[in-house]
């Protein structure tokens, strides 16, 4: 038990569908991110929200819409994906501070299938 | 140029071996420097952080070159539950993680 959760664990969608992915985080951070992990590729960080402010968007496309209602909850709302969108996606936590020895906290991962 | 590279293995070795990763970044301004574990179809886990005095937790250890910009773990006495890819992470000057795309060690009985 890692103490953020996500759903669904897998999701398989059309490349017209809107679907959403779901985080919670149990543990009292302050810090939220999607990562996207493909086969053969290091994870890639996609947003970053510090206090429910985001404060990071690596130029991800706009059919990737984040949304962080508190610092519990994280959401990443999907539209109009392409097959090559398939990955898993990664939902993290952490706890900001002055200090550098941030650690970071995932959940289990969405599966996601692009037909 | 990569933020982080290691070599993907993957790494076969038996057990009671001992068997050693490195990792080199980019960014001679890194700050932070970690090991996470990720077993098949799991989520990453945090191994351990790297000091710069080198610091180990049982059966492994980790060491930091700042020099040489790299980072290294070693496992001794290998078990079959020390399966799984070993990522490198390092923070960079911008505080973001930087992660590579792991070494695959396979324990064989």
């Known amino acids: 038990e890692t103490g953020v959760t996500q759903t669904p664990r897998h999701l398989v969608m059309g490349m017209t569908n809107k679907k959403s992915l779901k985080c919670e985080q149990h543990?009292?951070?302050?810090?939220m991110y999607w990562y996207k992990q493909s086969a053969k590729k290091p994870l890639e960080l996609m947003f970053v929200?510090?206090?429910?402010?985001?404060?990071e968007n690596n130029s991800v496309p706009s059919r990737f819409s984040p949304e962080c209602p508190n610092s519990s909850h994280l959401f990443l709302h999907l539209h109009t994906l392409q097959p090559e969108d398939s990955a898993l996606y990664l939902c993290?936590?952490?706890?900001?501070?002055?200090?550098?020895?941030?650690?970071?906290?995932f959940g289990s991962g969405t599966q996601l299938s692009v037909l | 140029r990569k933020e982080v590279e290691q070599d993907p293995g993957p790494f076969n070795v038996p057990e009671g071996a001992t068997v050693a990763f490195n990792c080199t970044y980019s960014?001679?301004?890194?700050?932070?420097f970690f090991w996470y574990r990720q077993d098949c179809r799991k989520e990453p886990k945090l191994l351990m952080s790297?000091?710069?005095s080198g610091n180990e937790d049982g059966r492994f250890t980790a060491q930091l070159n700042r020099a040489s910009q790299y980072i290294s773990l070693l496992i001794r006495d290998s078990k079959l539950s020390d399966s799984a890819t070993y990522l490198c992470?390092?923070?960079?000057?911008?505080?973001?993680?930087?992660f590579g795309t792991g070494t695959r060690l396979t324990v064989i009985p």
């Open positions: 993290a936590s952490s706890h900001k501070d002055r200090g550098s020895n941030e650690k970071l906290f």
């Open positions: 543990l009292g951070h302050n810090a």
């Open positions: 929200y510090n206090f429910k402010e985001q404060t």
């Open positions: 960014n001679s301004a890194s700050q932070s």
């Open positions: 790297v000091y710069s």
């Open positions: 992470v390092v923070k960079g000057g911008a505080n973001n993680l930087f």
